[in-house]
Nanobody, 127 residues
Framework: QLVESGGGLVQAGGSLRLACVYSGFTLDYYAIGWFRQAPGKEREGVACLSTSHGRTYLARSVQDRVTISTDTAKNTVYLQINDLKTVDTAVYYC??????????????????????WGQGTQVTVSS
């Protein structure tokens, strides 16, 4: 289970920290990440990590403005987004999945790799 929180309405230039509390699995085996979907657009990876493979994915459109972090004691993954822009407006989802075995260059940010999804949290950035 994954439960997101922290979304809301924020002015452009502001910051948000989203939180995802996960249960039922461990990050020793599962990759976990943040995705977003704006109206009329496909779901896209924002920031993902696989601690078992030591890999992190950051979308190019946000890589200078986001940080993904974990607190395993709290079973929580965070997404810090700074300098928010109106184009960041979307529903943000937390997801978990097992990375493919024997594939070295898999795309950690590909939504199809993830099997478990949260309900999403709305982020709206006003100009």
């Amino acid at each position: 289970q994954l439960v997101e929180s922290g979304g809301g309405l924020v002015q452009a230039g502001g910051s948000l920290r989203l939180a995802c509390v996960y249960s039922g699995f461990t990050l020793d085996y599962y990759a976990i990440g943040w995705f977003r979907q704006a109206p009329g657009k496909e779901r896209e990876g924002v920031a993902c990590l696989s601690t078992s493979h030591g890999r992190t994915y950051l979308a190019r459109s946000v890589q200078d403005r986001v940080t993904i972090s974990t607190d395993t004691a709290k079973n929580t993954v965070y997404l810090q987004i700074n300098d928010l822009k109106t184009v960041d407006t979307a529903v943000y989802y937390c997801a978990a999945g097992i990375p493919p075995v024997g594939v070295e260059d898999y795309n950690l940010g590909f939504p199809g790799m993830y099997d478990y999804w949260g309900q999403g949290t709305q982020v709206t950035v006003s100009s």
